[in-house]
């Protein structure tokens, strides 16, 4: 089995649960955002739907400079609300999982480089950029969008087992 189809199982759970998370993305407080430094609900969901496809491009790339000093800057996909927010996310999930089930050993031990302007912020090999650059960042979102849901009162599934906002009214229900 090679690090790719290793990682699978784990990659299938956080799909389906990042799926799930996102699906209760309302179009109503898509411009909604919990204290002025933060982002709103939209652009935290549209950045986990986009950084699926990261795993590809990082395993048929060697680097990113996401504000390079003389071209443009990295873009995300513009997306502007649920339906296409699930249609990104449901595009991106077969490419990255077919990039992870075909990578070699070699490909994913190949160190990746992420760069702001021509600045080095990091090189580590590829495996270590999809699980902390990628996946664990997709977690990290996804629980910052937990606490936009409690906040607004939509019901919080059950991640990593049952949740108290699928079995009790929520504060904003109440």
Request: proline letters at 7%.
């Amino acid at each position: 089995m090679t690090i790719g189809q290793f990682l699978l199982p784990e990659f299938d759970e956080e799909m389906k649960n990042t799926r799930e998370l996102l699906e209760r993305v309302d179009d109503k407080q898509w411009n909604w955002k919990p204290h002025a430094k933060s982002g709103t609900v939209g652009w935290l969901a549209a950045h986990i739907a986009a950084m699926v496809d990261w795993i590809p491009f990082t395993l048929q790339s060697e680097e990113l400079d996401y504000a390079p000093v003389n071209g443009p800057s990295y873009e995300p996909p513009k997306i502007e609300n649920r339906q296409q927010l699930l249609a990104e996310l449901d595009k991106n999930i077969p490419k990255a999982r077919a990039a992870l089930a075909n990578a070699t050993d070699a490909e994913m031990r190949k160190n990746w480089t992420l760069l702001a302007s021509g600045q080095k912020i990091f090189t580590m090999p590829r495996v270590a950029c999809i699980r902390s650059m990628v996946m664990n960042h997709i977690i990290h979102h996804r629980a910052q969008l937990t606490v936009y849901y409690r906040l607004l009162g939509i019901p919080v599934p059950g991640l990593y087992g049952p949740s108290s906002g699928e079995t009790e009214p929520t504060a904003a229900g109440a």
